[in-house]
């Protein structure tokens, strides 16, 4: 699997260095960019088209869930929350999957591999024709 470019978009300073140390136990994860609002998140991931974005909930600007919705480039998403009461809305939305702070490595992991098998499948189904298909 090639290199997987994340942007992380997260108000809290904290949070945005804590998922920064954890991607770095993944040597295919590059960190290319990261959002403290939500207005910040949708211009940068529509500017720079990473293939996955963390994306915390609660944010100024634009919440996470918004986020999700006004980005016109679609990258894999996890939601992360400091609060459990949002896990429900994460899995009815694009996301993968919803970490909840403070994001550890047993979370982190979880995502990375479902994110791993997502992008396996979809790297079969573009080999076989159907990833292109409309």
């Known amino acids: 699997m090639s290199e997987i470019q994340v942007v992380l978009a ?14 770095g136990s993944f040597p295919r994860v590059k960190v290319i960019g990261l959002a403290r609002d939500g207005r910040e998140a949708v211009e940068l991931v529509d500017q720079i088209e990473p293939d ?22 679609k990258p894999i998403a996890v939601v ?4 459990s009461r949002y896990r429900q809305m994460a899995f009815e939305s694009d996301a993968i999957d919803c970490l909840v702070k403070p994001v550890d490595m047993e979370q982190m992991q979880r995502a990375m591999d479902k994110i791993e098998t997502l992008v396996k499948a979809m790297g ?3 080999v076989r024709g159907m990833g292109t298909e409309r």
């Open 124 to 126: 079969r189904l573009t």
């Open 80 to 83: 992360i929350t400091a609060h």
């Open 10 to 23: 997260d108000d809290d300073e904290l949070s945005l260095k804590q998922l920064q140390r954890l991607l």
């Open 52 to 73: 996955l974005i963390f994306v915390d909930v609660e944010m100024p600007g634009l919440n996470g869930f918004q986020v999700l919705q006004a980005i016109k480039h």
